[in-house]
């Protein structure tokens, strides 16, 4: 006689058993068929099991031929007739079994003529029937027969049992791996995107799920989740994608408890949306868990098994296993939040700093405020931010250095525009304005080039730049409704507040820049006001000591008048250059400190140093 056996193994791809454990345990049940055949003389035997739940397949055979073998295998009416027998649990003997009333509609062909079914189980589990029919010799089974098919049941079901156990503690290890591969991620930096990719991923492989998601609550938007990462069916929704927190996600999120459910398009919580629900409708068990950390509900994620997949029943029972990977799963996304926010904090610092390394050297005030402007809008993800200086020659007026992003059309150098409503309030009080619905705060009037640009904002800041007590201006900063930068920077206030400190210092930087450059100015004038005291001044004063030589040198009256007038002038134009160097301080009057150097009564010169009463020589 011939014999088939079908292999034993893996059923779904989650499973993890050695090949060789799943042929071994095959090799065994047929040996047990074969022994059982053998020791009661029976023509044929098989070993029907039905616990699948473990990968176990439903049938081994002996003494038949491969046809024979396949149609019992395919004959789902007569697995039925076979369990019939068996509904009490105890062995039966029946002589005939074309005259057993449940086999009237199989055909007599299918059936033996006598058959010894005895079920296999093991402490009241039941994991399926061991069958031998039609004795050789055309005798009935006795009870020594039916002793022995027994003895070797329990042996199979001892087989299948520590099968069951091996597949259960393989399983279970790879949960636990899952687990630990997770927590080695705390371990270092960690990124969501990888994270959420991978748990997904592990949750298909461990389970056999055919579908697995992670939905995280939008940060910016408690009443919406986002798909953060999806593995099988397409791998849809794609990572980012934003729906409203609605059906199972949010009944999860509001109890923060696990919701199981045997088929999910039954379900009445169930409530997609019209796109993935056609993907979605072959799953059968579904879990949504909480992803729940330190308390806080950072999200759910979703695993579903195709309807009838043998993996389902194993999962269901492995519900513990699931929960504790989840929650490794939310802890690793905590972990990845708080990293966030960390490397937040040192990016806040390293700007800061690099802004003040730039303020210590030579600074640009448009180009200052310009490059504070980008450094701010990069670290806080800021859609809009400018400067807006107060006009110190006009009170009614600001003037914009630089304002830009979100769709704001560009500024022109210097724009002016009126100081009223929240600027003027922020530039008047010194204090900050914050609001998470700016374009709705009592007195925001933006120009209108910028009205639709800003009317999409939520989160808006107006800090006042503030040096000694004189507020110079403001910084405006705002973030775009539904942002996901919005909620990190609506607690870092203070951080935007620094920013504009350091507007304020590089404004002051650069006035004191400026009254330098005048100082320059001043020095340079008193250097070349000493060098002209020291050239010219001398020269005219001994141009006039010459012409006093030579008109002492000439009798001649007209001469000595003219040369007289000659020194008037040369007097005069001296005194106009101290003047004109000293600011009209004659102490500096060389000329009249020549000892010779005298007037006469009407104040005119006496070429020889003498004058008499009338002014004449």
Known sequence: MASSADRFGPASPSSTEPEDTGQDLTETLQRIVSTACALVSARCGALLVTESDWNVREFV????????????????????????????????????LRDHPAARHVPSHELAGTLLAVPVHLRDAPYGHLYVADKVDGQDFTDTDEQTVVALARA?????????????QQRRQRWLDGCTELTDMLLDDVDLAATTRLATQRFREISGAEYAAVILVDSANPDRLVYQAAAGLGDLPVPGTSIPRRGLAAAVLDKGEPIITERLMDDPRFDPGPDPQEDLSVLGLTMALPLLASGQQLGVVFVGWRRDSPAAPVAAREGELVRTFANHTALVLLRVRSQEARNRRERWLEAAAEMARLLLGEVDRDEAM???????????????????????????????????GGGVVPAPPDLRIPRAGLLARVLDSGEPVVSDDYPNELGHDPPPMWQEALAGVGLGMMLPLTTDGEVLGTLFVAWRRGSPDAPLAREEVVEVQIFADLAALALQRVRTQGDHEHLAVLEERDRIAHEMRDVIVQQLFGVSLRLRSAGGLSSEPVVRQRLGDV?????????QVRSAIFGGDDDHDVL?????????????????GHHDVDGSH
Do not use: K, W
């Open 567 to 575: 020194l008037e002038d040369l007097d005069r134009t001296s005194r």
């Open 592 to 608: 009249h400190d020549d000892a010779n150097g005298h007037h006469d009564a009407n104040g005119h010169h006496d070429v020889d």
């Open 156 to 168: 199979a079901a001892l087989a299948i049992e520590n099968f069951r156990l091996l597949g259960q």
């Open 61 to 96: 055979s002996y003494g038949l031929t491969d046809e024979e073998s396949s149609e019992v295998a395919e004959l789902p009416r007569l697995h039925g007739l076979l369990e019939l027998l068996l509904e009490s649990q105890q062995p039966v003997r029946l002589n005939s």
């Open 370 to 404: 310009r490059l504070l402007v980008d450094h701010l809008r990069e670290v806080s993800g800021a859609d809009v931010a400018g400067v807006l200086l107060a006009d110190p020659i006009d009170p009614d007026a600001v003037f914009v250095v630089v304002f830009e």
